[in-house]
């Protein structure tokens, strides 16, 4: 059974920084897509970020692109949303998402397993 753990949000100013982590365990993951997708106050879950375990393909929201940045730790099994100039329309929570194969997946209904979420907000 895969789970993932987030960890890193909290309460930051507009233009801040933040690093999100995801702890994953349970499987095998040479083959997986990871994302990022982070749910705002009465907003649907919206992609945010994905990256690819066997290469590190990335691929990024239009909204995050240039600010965030996704990476992976193989060798800690943990996958990172480095998070900079931060906007108060970045306030959300943000949830890991893991599903098996590898390509570019863009909603939630793509992805198989989940983590709990972490909190993010950006004041002004």
């Known amino acids: 059974q895969v789970q993932l753990v987030e960890s890193g949000g909290g309460l930051v100013q507009a233009g801040g920084s933040l690093r999100l982590s995801c702890a994953v365990s349970?499987?095998?993951?040479?083959?997986?897509?990871m994302g990022w997708f982070r749910q705002g106050p009465g907003k649907e879950r919206d992609f945010v970020a994905s990256?690819?375990?066997?290469?590190?393909?990335?691929y990024y929201a239009d909204s995050v692109k240039g600010r965030f940045t996704i990476s992976r730790d193989n060798a800690k099994n943990t996958v990172y949303l480095q998070m900079n100039s931060l906007k108060p329309e970045d306030t959300a929570v943000y949830y890991c998402?893991?599903?098996?194969?590898?390509?570019?997946?863009?909603?939630?209904?793509?992805?198989?397993?989940w983590g709990q979420g972490t909190h993010v907000t950006v004041s002004s």
């Open positions: 349970g499987g095998t993951f040479s083959s997986d897509t």
């Open positions: 998402a893991a599903r098996p194969g590898w390509g570019t997946f863009l909603t939630q209904y793509e992805y198989l397993y």
């Open positions: 990256i690819l375990w066997s290469d590190g393909s990335t």
